[in-house]
Each structure stands twice: as C-alpha cells, then as structure tokens.
C-alpha cells in the first residue's frame, strides 16, 4: 500500500502517519523529520535546508525529489510506503507517478487532512516537540505529564523555530499557493479521502483509517489507536 498524507502544516499528518506506519508494518517517510535531523546534526544537507525552513518556504525541488526518490527505492519499501510532507509540488507529485509507474506500482490514495487556517495556527504555537525521540505535545490538547518534560525520555521540550506565529502564517500562505493545487492533480488521478483533523487525536485516526477500510485492533501506551485491514490483510 503506498499513502500519501496532505494538508496544511499542524493539521496531524505526522501522526497518524506514525499511527499507520506500525498499524501497516511500512515504513513513513517524512521529508520534515529528514530534513531537521540533517540540520541537527550540522550536514551539508542541513544547512542549505536550514534557511528556506526557518522562513517557512519549501525546500527546492531539486534536494527534496532526489533524497524521498533514493528512500523509496530501499528494500523495506516493496510493500508500501508513507509519504508525509511529500509531494509538495505539482513537480514532484508528476516525478513521483512516473517513477512508480516505471517499476509498475502507484498511489492507492491520498489522505487529505483539512482544518481551518485559524485554528492550525493554534495549534503550531501550542506544540512542543521532543528533540531526543521527537514525540510531540501540545499546551492544551496533549500536555506532557511533567511540565515541559518529554513523558517516554526525560528531555526538555522546545518549541521548532517553524512554529512561531509569523512563520506559520508564511508556510500556510505558501501552501495555499504552492501545495494545495496537488490535491486537485490528484483528485483526477487517484483516490482521494478527506478526513477533518479533530481536536482528539483517536477521532481523528479513526476517522483515517474508517475511510480506508481499515478496523481496529487494540490501543497503544499513548492511547493512539492501532488498526489492521478489515480483511486481514495488514
């Protein structure tokens, strides 16, 4: 099964990516999470990316379309993959289709996540995120059990230099401009499901995975709901 996960920056994508890779056993690749490590860990990579991230700008297509190309040629991706934070552009999700059809595979469907511009700027002022295992919290809806303290390691959360106020603004004027006509490409080419993002985080993976004909199978530690195909074919 190969997933795309759309929508605006704060609408959840990152989870329930999470919560759909271990429930389909494939992997998620996450273009933000790549591209913050590189800069964490100071590579060449990280610091040409560093910039168009801080000033809420995509990164160019030329770096973005080769790193998720050689990902999704690794062996754990011959069963499925999902892609979060990717495509981007209409460049992209074009290089994306003819590279999967060349090796004879495609898109089975495209998850769009939808909030309001309002309240996914609360959202992303409110998060905090883990630097150590990058679990992420929120002031009012996921709150840590410790202030300010990671609940799995211990560690100090902080707030992303992206998630400031005027920044978001400028990520979601770019996506409104520069992203969102790949869902209508999209729309003409595979499936497409639109799912609202919900305040909890359960109704919204089970929004997620009701429309993917998925069912549930049990619960995590942190309450995220864990699912398998209806079929049993996960």
């Known amino acids: 099964m190969i997933l795309i996960m759309f929508g605006a920056p704060g609408v959840g994508k990152g989870s329930q990516a999470k919560i759909l890779s271990e429930a389909l056993r494939i992997?998620?690749?996450s273009t933000g999470d790549i591209f913050r490590e590189n800069v964490a860990n100071r590579t060449e990579l990280g610091r040409l990316v560093k910039v168009h991230m801080d000033n809420g700008l995509l990164v160019p297509d030329e770096m973005t379309i080769g790193l998720i190309m050689d990902r999704i040629y690794n062996a754990d991706c011959k069963s499925g993959f999902i892609l979060d934070g990717f495509p981007r552009t209409l460049s992209q999700v074009e290089h994306l289709g003819r590279s999967l059809k060349a090796e004879k595979r495609s898109i089975d469907t495209v998850v769009n996540i939808t909030l309001?511009?309002?309240?996914i700027i609360g959202r992303l002022t409110g998060r905090r995120v883990c630097p150590s295992c990058n679990l992420v919290y929120h002031l009012a809806y996921n709150k840590p059990h410790n202030v300010?303290?990671?609940n799995k390691c211990s560690s100090n959360l902080v707030q992303r230099v992206d998630d400031?106020?005027?920044t978001i603004v400028r990520r979601l004027q770019v996506y409104h401009a520069q992203t969102k006509p790949v869902l209508s490409y999209c729309r003409d080419r595979y499936v497409v499901v639109d799912v609202v993002s919900e305040d909890d985080i359960?109704?919204?993976t089970r929004n997620i995975f009701r429309s993917l004909g998925l069912a549930a199978i049990g619960t995590s530690d942190e309450g995220s709901q864990y699912m398998r195909l209806s079929n049993g074919c996960a």
């Open 148 to 150: 300010g303290r990671c």
């Open 116 to 119: 309001d511009d309002a309240k």
């Open 27 to 29: 992997p998620h690749i």
């Open 202 to 204: 359960d109704d919204t």
């Open 164 to 166: 400031t106020e005027s």
